[in-house]
């Protein structure tokens, strides 16, 4: 019997995100799918694509991706693994529906999922998973045969995510004036979410006061917070922080927002902020307004001086990072017991969700999970 491949019994990996508009036609459309089922009045929608509009109505996030397919694609070439590397959107083309129906018609039935979310909570993890069942739903509807899908774990803590984020504050600490870069405090942003979904995020173990989500947040950044220090020679004081809030305001909601946050620093004396988006894999619409734009507007007008952190985007390691995951859950499909790699006290996440990890409001069916009605 000739030998297995390494990434065996995988026969294809799916490069899982959230999509974005491509032209000023598509605002309105892609934001009426993200809202599909709120009710939320088309007028209103052409409110909110304004974020979109002021960039020609096209999101970072679908080159973003195609680069990120690309280094991926180079990456499993270069160490000889012959996995093809598929993409599919929540939210736009090309749909996740319609990439499922591209893998199976290709012939293949094994598939692993990467996620461009890196941590637990409803919205980064469970409601992909959500997606994955709908899309079966569909083939299984249409007759065709049904690929048997896991999902990768949680990479917050995986060096490989880790250690570009830390070249990359250290990059925009070198930004700011020097005179006030040994005194600039650390801002570490990640997406806002419902603070009853933040302590009901992972595992039911986890659960709690801002549960797993705030739990791997907190550990990223104390990596790199302690990974700064080492490098430059300065404690830095550093704050978990929030952005881009959206929903009613009568829900709590995590706090504190980065402007209120950037306001609170500058009253306190801090000489400059360096906002580093660890909850962010690359430069989406997220980063690019709610800190390039409105966060930066607000330390111009405050006379703050602020630098910006890149996002992992692309980055080689990061790449890396992918083929070794995908490589260790290969191995351990195949019973093996692989060396899982993780920084921080936190270890790495656990391979399949668990029933009760990041629930819904109301149950939907969710594939790769312990609870899939398609394991």
């Avoid at 199976?104 to 994955?132: F, I, K, M, P, W």
């Avoid at 048997?148 to 830390?166: A, C, E, S, T, W």
């Avoid at 549960?211 to 790199?224: D, S, T």
């Avoid at 899982?340 to 391979?351: E, K, Q």
Wanted: aromatic share 6%; net charge negative; glycine share 8%.
């Amino acid at each position: 019997m000739p030998d297995q491949p390494a990434h065996a019994p995988y026969d294809a990996l799916l490069l899982l995100s959230f999509g974005g508009p491509e032209g000023p036609d598509d605002v309105v459309p892609f934001l009426e799918n993200v809202t599909r089922g709120r009710g939320i009045p088309r007028e209103r929608l052409k409110e909110v694509g304004q974020h979109y509009f002021l960039f020609g109505g096209v999101s970072p996030i679908n080159d973003q991706n195609r680069e990120l397919l690309a280094a991926l694609r180079k990456e499993f070439a270069a160490h000889g693994t012959d996995l093809p590397v598929y993409w599919g959107n929540r939210n736009w083309a090309p749909y996740l529906t319609d990439t499922l129906r591209e893998l199976v018609a290709d012939g293949h039935r094994r598939v692993l999922t990467l996620a461009t979310s890196a941590y637990a909570s409803y919205s980064g993890c469970r409601q992909y998973r959500e997606n994955l069942a709908d899309a079966l739903a569909a083939l299984e509807a249409e007759g065709l045969p049904l690929p048997r899908i896991d999902k990768l774990r949680h990479y917050f803590n995986h060096p490989g995510f880790v250690q570009p984020m830390v070249d990359a504050t250290l990059a925009a600490l070198a930004e700011l004036p020097e005179g006030v870069r040994a005194g600039a405090r650390l801002a570490f942003t990640t997406h806002s979410i419902p603070t009853a979904a933040a302590d009901a995020s992972g595992p039911v173990e986890a659960h709690g006061d801002g549960g797993a989500y705030v739990a791997q947040h907190l550990e990223v950044a104390g990596l790199i917070a302690d990974a700064v220090r080492e490098a430059t020679g300065t404690e830095r004081p550093w704050e978990l922080v929030y952005q881009s809030r959206s929903g009613a305001p009568h829900i709590p909601w995590l706090e504190p927002d980065i402007c209120d946050h950037l306001e609170a620093v500058h009253t306190e004396g801090a000489p400059a902020v360096v906002m580093v988006p660890i909850g962010f894999v690359s430069d989406h619409m997220e980063v690019k307004y709610d800190l390039d734009t409105e966060a930066m507007a607000k330390a111009e007008e405050l006379g703050l001086p602020v630098a910006r952190a890149a996002t992992v985007g692309a980055d080689p390691r990061f790449a890396a990072a992918v083929r070794e995951m995908v490589l260790e859950r290969a191995a351990s499909e195949r019973g093996e017991r692989p060396e899982r790699c993780a920084l921080g006290a936190l270890g790495p996440s656990h391979d399949l969700c668990p029933v009760g990890c990041c629930p819904a409001r109301a149950p939907r069916p969710a594939a790769a999970g312990a609870d899939s009605p398609y394991a």
